[in-house]
């Protein structure tokens, strides 16, 4: 048998074996979903808010929503509309309503007390007591909800006609249309755009680590030496490489599977597989192989240099900032998926399998961006490899101290192959 | 017949500092070579070029008449200095797989190992995790990766060293049955006595140098004809101005060891302290021990003689 493909077997063999593993394998995708249903379950729990209201104004302002009119903010959804609840204006029942606010009585359940200035037509004050001050969505809904209403106030003061006024109030309707035509796939490529990124991170900075440990684990334990008199250092990386990301990949596949079983159910969410273009799904997996060949290949090194862990941590730190920046670059990608920022990103071959594809969910790239970002990509594999392997095999037996950036930067330059 | 392992020349530096030196010697079938010298005198480097695991800066490595590649390295049997194991891997498992990375097929390698691991007592433990045997017995397991694949060169880096009187006593039986097998064997070690009744043919270093190299035989002879050990009282002055003594030593217990000349024979050193009434309570010739050529050509403290080793300290007190 060839000798990687002996190396190959053996690291999968390993990892597909161990109780870890497979218990990962299983929790990963429970965990998930029983986060995003908590998340859906917490929401729509969120939509109910009852308010108390003083009116100093007298104003009588009517605060009240109903489905028909006076919901343009759509505050109303389904059956649960926000409850304005009047109070008269006397300190000692103010005194009993914030006493309730602050305890959060379960009868009452009030989420504020909102009292409205006696000038209010002047000034626009209005105070908003509660619990949680940051709330924002809420007070922002809240507040333009009251503008709303004191706007149509100010001109019925001004004699002028329900009819003007509604005309004068009336909104804009903007209707949001996608150029590239794919109007239907906006919501189901936002989600697939950020489930590709959120597994691309997560398999690589996983599967990446786990070679990295593995390597030192090897070099701790001495048996490293024994494999190098019988097969070279490359091949010893290239075996390991790709046994770990064929355990990553039969772990995908697992995901995969339980995704399809479970889409039998046709459950709510299952729209999204079935219109989500396929093309989202080969970039995921394009992105997905070329940046472990990446990460998993300086990661090898890294590992290859350190005795422990603890040192390994420290120099792989600059390996993940990338990561971290495509993290933290995401709300300007988001807002601008065709802007300087993204082009930047997509052509770094340490940023780009992480942000591309959710890149190409939000918005239609240009062809040759896509085949640029992709080719930088090929390209730099070959490049990452000859470095990586070179500083593998010169301190893949090196006992001593962690090399430092100049010991690193000279065991590239050397010309032992 | 061509030597299956040959050296010329060997030369490797770390950072200007020279580790192997210019270094060349041989391997033929069926013999045993060693490779003496102390912490950093080069031994394992010059280990590790053979096998390619790192490479020389200049200089000639052929095995099996080539350069290392995928093919010979399934031909070597290399025991590292720092012994190492996949301390989570069943025993078996382990030795399948380092018999099929030096290209055996699975039964073979299966049949081999179930062998090697009845012969060294280990039959019932081929399913045991590796970090589950005791110290000795990891030693048999690498013992037997290092050997599962037959190999016609083996490279043992200090084979002996860390192990139990039993173990040590098996390990040597196996290395001279593959010997006597018409294996090459090449091994580093520090223990000198041992050195002495296994090896056919020595190497010293010293500071990346071989400072002695031949046969037994040869290194013997060119280093003299040994010593004449004296013990008595008036014999002091006829040892030290005697023309046939190079120079002398007082030893611990009073015996005077005396370096001969090449021309003259001890013969006429007796005659001499006869003649001038000495009392003569001891007078040997000495062979001169691989520990003493040691000595006086690698220097420094001796290395550990194995006996040393294994005499408790009440006992000699």
């Known amino acids: 048998?060839?000798?990687?493909?002996?190396?190959?077997?053996?690291?999968?063999?390993?990892?597909?074996?161990?109780?870890?593993?497979?218990?990962?394998?299983?929790?990963?995708?429970?965990?998930?979903?029983?986060?995003?249903?908590?998340?859906?379950?917490?929401?729509?729990?969120e939509e109910r808010h009852t308010f108390a209201v003083v009116d100093r104004s007298g104003l009588n302002i009517p605060l009240e929503l109903s489905l028909k009119r006076n919901n343009p903010l759509n505050i109303i959804k389904g059956d649960k509309p926000w409850i304005f609840k009047r109070v008269e204006d006397d300190p000692k029942k103010i005194e009993e309503i914030l006493e309730q606010v602050k305890e959060k009585e379960k009868k009452a359940d009030l989420t504020a007390l909102i009292i409205i200035d006696k000038d209010v037509a002047l000034n626009g004050k209005v105070e908003y007591h509660a619990r949680s001050i940051t709330d924002g969505q809420t007070q922002g809904w809240l507040r333009e909800h009251l503008n709303q209403i004191l706007v149509q106030k100010r001109l019925q003061a001004h004699n002028l006609s329900r009819r003007d006024i509604s005309r004068v109030t009336s909104t804009v309707d903007m209707e949001l249309i996608d150029v590239t035509g794919k109007r239907e796939g906006a919501v189901q490529r936002t989600i697939i755009g950020f489930a590709s990124f959120f597994l691309l991170y997560m398999m690589i900075t996983i599967y990446g680590s786990m070679i990295m440990n593995g390597f030192i684990e090897d070099k701790s334990s001495r048996v490293m030496e024994v494999l190098l008199s019988s097969i070279s250092a490359r091949q010893i990386l290239l075996g390991k490489v790709i046994g770990i990301g064929l355990t990553c990949l039969t772990q995908v596949a697992i995901w995969v599977l339980l995704l399809v079983v479970a889409a039998r159910f046709k459950p709510a969410w299952f729209f999204i597989l079935t219109t989500a273009p396929k093309s989202a799904f080969v970039f995921t997996i394009v992105y997905f192989l070329l940046g472990y060949a990446v990460y998993s290949l300086v990661l090898s090194a890294v590992g290859a240099m350190c005795t422990s862990t603890r040192d390994a941590q420290q120099l792989s730190l600059p390996v993940f900032m990338p990561i971290l920046l495509s993290m933290a670059m995401m709300p300007a990608v988001m807002r601008e998926p065709d802007g300087m920022i993204s082009l930047v990103l997509s052509m770094i071959p340490f940023t780009s399998p992480i942000v591309m594809p959710a890149m190409m969910g939000l918005a239609k790239l240009p062809d040759w961006q896509v085949a640029a970002s992709i080719s930088v990509l090929v390209i730099s594999i070959p490049i990452i490899y000859i470095g990586a392997s070179k500083l593998f095999r010169l301190s893949i037996l090196n006992q001593g101290r962690t090399p430092n950036f100049s010991q690193i930067l000279k065991m590239l330059r050397s010309t032992e192959s | 017949m061509a030597p299956i392992l040959k050296i010329r020349d060997l030369w490797k530096k770390y950072d200007g500092v020279p580790a192997v030196a210019g270094i060349g010697f041989d391997v033929s079938a069926g013999s045993m070579v060693g490779l003496l010298g102390h912490?950093?005198?080069?031994?394992?480097?010059?280990?590790?070029?053979?096998?390619?695991?790192?490479?020389?800066?200049?200089?000639?490595?052929?095995?099996?008449?080539?350069?290392?590649?995928?093919?010979?390295?399934?031909?070597?049997?290399?025991?590292?200095?720092?012994?190492?194991?996949?301390?989570?891997?069943?025993?078996?498992?382990?030795?399948?797989?380092?018999?099929?990375?030096?290209?055996?097929?699975?039964?073979?390698?299966?049949?081999?190992?179930?062998?090697?691991?009845?012969?060294?007592?280990?039959?019932?433990?081929?399913?045991?995790?590796?970090?589950?045997?005791?110290?000795?017995?990891?030693?048999?397991?690498?013992?037997?990766?290092?050997?599962?694949?037959?190999?016609?060169?083996m490279i043992l880096d200090e084979p002996f060293s860390g192990l139990d009187p039993v173990n040590r006593h098996t390990f040597e039986k196996i290395v001279v049955e593959m010997r006597n097998k018409g294996k090459a064997v090449i091994f580093s070690t520090h223990v000198l006595e041992q050195a002495e009744r296994l090896l056919d043919e020595v190497i010293m270093l010293r500071k990346g140098?071989?400072?002695?190299?031949?046969?037994?035989?040869?290194?013997?002879?060119?280093?003299?004809?040994?010593?004449?050990?004296?013990?008595?009282?008036?014999?002091?002055?006829?040892?030290?101005?005697?023309?046939?003594?190079?120079?002398?030593?007082?030893?611990?217990?009073?015996?005077?060891?005396?370096?001969l000349g090449a021309e003259l024979d001890p013969q006429s050193i007796l005659r001499a302290l006869v003649d001038s009434g000495a009392v003569i309570e001891r007078f040997d010739r000495v062979e001169p021990s691989l520990n003493d050529i040691f000595l006086e050509r690698v220097g420094g403290i001796a290395m550990d003689s194995e006996e040393a080793d294994m005499i408790p300290r009440e006992a000699s007190a």
């Not at chain 1, 593993?21 to 299983?26: C, E, H, K, M, Q």
């Not at chain 2, 290399?78 to 194991?85: A, S």
């Not at chain 2, 003299?224 to 014999?235: A, D, K, P, Q």
């Open chain 2, 39 to 153: 912490n950093g005198a080069g031994k394992t480097t010059t280990i590790r070029i053979v096998l390619d695991i790192i490479q020389a800066d200049s200089g000639e490595v052929s095995v099996f008449g080539k350069t290392v590649d995928d093919k010979t390295r399934n031909r070597i049997g290399y025991l590292p200095e720092e012994r190492g194991l996949y301390a989570h891997m069943a025993v078996l498992d382990f030795l399948l797989f380092m018999g099929v990375l030096r290209g055996m097929p699975m039964g073979n390698a299966k049949k081999v190992a179930v062998e090697w691991l009845e012969r060294l007592e280990l039959g019932d433990r081929r399913a045991s995790l590796i970090n589950e045997l005791s110290k000795g017995n990891q030693q048999k397991v690498q013992l037997i990766a290092t050997l599962i694949h037959d190999p016609e060169l």
């Open chain 2, 209 to 259: 140098v071989a400072v002695v190299q031949g046969t037994m035989e040869q290194v013997r002879g060119e280093f003299g004809r040994g010593w004449l050990e004296v013990r008595g009282s008036g014999i002091d002055k006829v040892l030290s101005t005697h023309p046939s003594i190079v120079k002398s030593r007082v030893l611990n217990d009073g015996t005077i060891r005396c370096h």
């Open chain 1, 1 to 45: 048998m060839n000798k990687i493909l002996t190396v190959i077997l053996r690291e999968f063999l390993v990892v597909v074996r161990k109780k870890t593993f497979i218990v990962a394998t299983i929790l990963t995708p429970l965990l998930l979903g029983g986060i995003m249903g908590l998340q859906a379950w917490l929401a729509s729990r």
